[in-house]
């Protein structure tokens, strides 16, 4: 299968991919995790959203959004790998995708709000904690950074 991800702002995506990639968030955030914020919001419009979809282009395999913050810089959110997948290091794959793509962008490091069920993954890839924990949708977060070399 081939498994280099697609980067493509909303405007760039076909009505498919677009639909495969909420489809998949949706699953994962509003009925496996039960969070009940808005799905899609503002931020997509500008963010680019990193995927991969399956053979046969009818379901995302792993999803998230990378997007500049004001405050924060870059950032990205809404990781979600479909649950047929896991344990496959789709998630791993796709943060390597990421990080790739921000070095293009001669960013430094990279943010994002991290359930703290998922901040062992993150931390293996070499992120850091650096706040408190905090509620998000009704789930535990923490602020992690890695600085990108």
């Known amino acids: 299968m081939n498994e280099n991800f697609s980067l493509k702002q909303i405007d760039e995506m076909s009505g498919r991919e677009m639909f495969c990639v909420e489809r998949l968030r949706t699953d994962v955030f509003v009925t496996e995790q039960k969070i009940t914020l808005p799905e899609l919001d503002d931020q997509d419009l500008d963010a680019v959203q990193v995927f991969l979809l399956n053979e046969d282009q009818t379901n995302a395999l792993a999803a998230s959004r990378v997007f500049k913050d004001q405050k924060l810089g870059w ?4 990781v979600a790998v479909n649950k047929a997948v896991r344990g496959q290091d789709y998630g791993k794959k796709m943060m390597i995708a990421i990080h790739k793509f921000l070095k293009e962008q001669k960013a430094t490091e990279v943010t994002c709000h991290a359930q703290v069920s998922a901040q062992g993954f993150y931390e293996k890839l070499g992120y850091q ?11 535990k977060h923490v602020l992690m950074k890695k600085k990108l070399v």
């Open 75 to 78: 950032m990205f959110g809404r």
């Open 129 to 139: 904690v650096c706040g408190p924990e905090f509620d998000e949708g009704g789930i």
